[in-house]
């Protein structure tokens, strides 16, 4: 590696300290001295508040997602009236996009956003339920360790891979999943291989997601999976109530 990539990537991890991990590490110690040492309560403090800085992103996506589910048809039509010309197809879609004011890409940004956040967590998490002794040199002047950690949480030891929260994060994703809004099967045109491939595709990363879940989850701390169990389950609560509303 040469110097000048050192120098970027020690500029990186500086920021991404700076701005995700000091701020998470802070919240989630000020959290636990609250709930007096509790890993477990504080975990579920931290999701909450991480998911209400999230609303409005994931409100933004969700609706974008139920949009695209209705302009369905009209996706259909432009596959059917303009064939093998993908250029062509792809121009109209574009416009159809831009009309109905639809973001294809706003669960990529979602996903984009989450990404550091997730990772800032799983350090904070780590440093936390491994160690058993928050080192001081991150904490803000005002926040304050709490005498003790408990990294016991309803008879489950957070520090170690727990199979019962694994599963329940499991069970949270593939619900999640299933609440999704279906898109109704595309019409059977000229080259429609890579629409039923990619429908295809969908219903297996249904079930591959949350099996994935329980597998990551029997390997890494349980307070990991309890964030992901309690995120997912607010997320699906925030999908029905979009979903029904529109």
Wanted: charged share 15%.
């Amino acid at each position: 590696m040469t110097a000048r990539a050192m120098i970027w990537q020690h500029y990186m991890a500086s920021i991404f300290t700076f701005v995700f991990y000091q701020p998470i590490f802070n919240v989630l110690v000020a959290l636990t001295t609250l709930v007096g040492g509790n890993i477990g309560w504080s975990i579920i403090l931290i999701t909450i508040a991480v998911r209400l800085v999230l609303y409005p992103l994931t409100n933004h996506s969700l609706v974008a997602q139920q949009s695209m589910k209705k302009l369905q048809p009209q996706i259909d039509a432009l596959k059917k009236k303009h064939g093998e010309n993908k250029e062509a197809f792809s121009k109209e879609l574009m416009g159809l996009y831009k009309e109905h004011k639809v973001n294809p890409f706003s669960s990529c940004g979602m996903v984009l956003v989450q990404l550091p956040i997730l990772w800032a967590l799983y350090r904070a998490f780590r440093v936390g339920l491994s160690n058993h002794v928050i080192p001081t040199e991150l904490l803000y002047s005002f926040v304050h360790s709490p005498a003790k950690l408990y990294t016991g949480f309803l008879g489950i030891n957070l520090a170690a891979p727990s199979a019962v929260i694994a599963v329940v994060a499991g069970f949270m994703q593939f619900l999640q999943a299933r609440s999704l809004p279906r898109t109704p099967p595309a019409q059977p045109v000229d080259g429609s291989t890579d629409e039923k491939m990619t429908a295809t595709m969908n219903k297996q990363m249904m079930y591959v997601f949350p099996i994935l879940t329980v597998v990551i989850g029997l390997r890494i701390p349980a307070g990991l999976s309890l964030y992901w169990a309690v995120s997912t389950f607010l997320l699906l609560v925030q999908q029905v109530r979009v979903f029904r509303r529109k």
